[in-house]
């Protein structure tokens, strides 16, 4: 079946502007992840759903971020006031379910990239 | 300190080589343990999947956990060009809701 899909998959944009980045889980999945992934290093956690709940959100760098799932499917990611140092590949992953078994596992999406000039 | 910590490498092996990739970690609350493989430009894909301590083989590929040393290994037979992407560590606390803490992730090129 069709696996997390993310759009845009470039973004480009300006100092001080605002996005949305839109991700699109496994269907039927009711965990969502999002996590940011900078040159050279491993992905770095963000924020969790359950449902349409953000159930961890204690990634999130500052109040500039903010992510919602108001149907429990699709979740955007929106960066306000765009800082340089914001540019990043941002990746969404979904799974099954919350259980702690292996349901739980994380399955990615391509990520978005995000360059802030 | 990280909680997890990877060789960044890059490490680079002839075809047919025994490849060898490690991690190791801070936090005694981890119980799972992944590897992921990311090709340029896309998403991690998982490849092996452990729980607790002790050896998971599949095809090729092997990963080890010791949790009384914070050690967790992946070992690739045979190596393939198509094997080339970062290898990623990846790693989480019991418990349903939990994030995967990762590696800064292992660069690894198959040379043919």
């Known amino acids: 079946g069709a696996g997390v899909s993310q759009t845009p998959s470039n973004k480009v944009t300006e100092k001080g502007k605002y996005v949305e980045l839109r991700c699109d889980p496994i269907s039927g999945h009711t965990a969502l992840y999002w996590y940011r992934q900078s040159l050279g290093q491993g992905p770095e956690f963000l924020i969790y759903f359950q449902g349409t709940g953000a159930a961890d959100d204690s990634g999130l760098p500052n109040d500039r971020f903010f992510a919602v799932r108001p149907e429990g499917s699709v979740s955007t990611l929106k960066i306000q006031r765009t800082e340089r140092g914001d540019s990043a590949v941002y990746l969404c992953a979904s799974s099954l379910m919350a259980s702690g078994g292996l349901t739980d596992t994380q399955y990615f999406g391509p990520g978005t990239r995000l360059t802030v000039l | 300190q990280k909680e997890v910590e990877q060789d960044p490498g890059p490490l680079s092996v002839p075809e047919g080589a025994i490849v060898s990739l490690n991690c190791t970690y801070s936090?005694?609350?981890?119980?799972?343990f992944m590897w992921y493989r990311q090709y340029s430009r896309k998403g991690p894909e998982l490849l092996m999947y452990t729980y607790s301590s002790g050896n998971k083989e599949d095809g090729r590929f092997t990963a080890q956990v010791d949790k009384s040393s914070k050690y967790i290994s992946l070992f690739i037979r045979d190596s393939q060009p198509s094997d080339s992407a970062t290898y990623l560590c990846?790693?989480?606390?019991?418990?349903?809701?939990?994030?995967?803490?990762f590696g800064k992730g292992m660069k690894l090129t198959v040379n043919p």
């Open positions: 936090n005694s609350a981890f119980q799972y």
């Open positions: 990846a790693m989480r606390r019991a418990g349903g809701s939990e994030k995967l803490v």
